[in-house]
């Protein structure tokens, strides 16, 4: 199995709520509901000081169905993965994307996230709103689908 990193964070980008959850290896240790310039900001700190080491987010994809609803949007959510992706790279932290439905289907399907087996207060992000709990969750699809299985990052 590869081996995770000591500090590393997944992200929920979006345009106005954001979720971000903090991981020392497998181990998710904070988890919390913040906005776009309050993360970027943070992630500049923690890159700068070189104790990020790999920051996992989800992808923005642009769907046909929503085209209509697109129209004249200036797509924050691509803006601040870009944000994102441009101070990692600055700072040589690797980052990995994964679509929404990958990590969002793990939990839906797999019994072992849902309570009684793991109860909602078991997870960090709880009590933190959705955008919290969907950075964990995609935290722990890289921890234990991709890791897991030995693809490493």
Known sequence: MSKLPEWWVS???GDKNVGLSAWVGPVC??????DPDT????????AANRRLKLLVYEAF????ELMAQQQGSE???????GALRH??????VPTKSFRPADHKGLMNRNIEFKPPRR???????????????DSENLGEYFVRTILLKGRGY
Not at 29 to 34: D, G, L
Not at 39 to 46: F, G, N, S
Not at 61 to 64: A, E, K, S
Not at 119 to 133: F, L, M, R, T
């Open 29 to 34: 240790v904070a988890s919390v509901h913040t």
């Open 87 to 92: 101070v990692c790279r600055r700072a040589g």
């Open 119 to 133: 109860p909602h207060n078991e997870w960090v992000s709880h009590g933190h709103g959705g955008h919290a709990k």
């Open 61 to 64: 994809n642009l769907r046909g």
């Open 75 to 81: 797509f924050l959510t691509s803006q601040m993965i």
């Open 11 to 13: 992200i929920d980008p």
């Open 39 to 46: 993360c970027v900001d943070w992630v500049v700190r923690e």
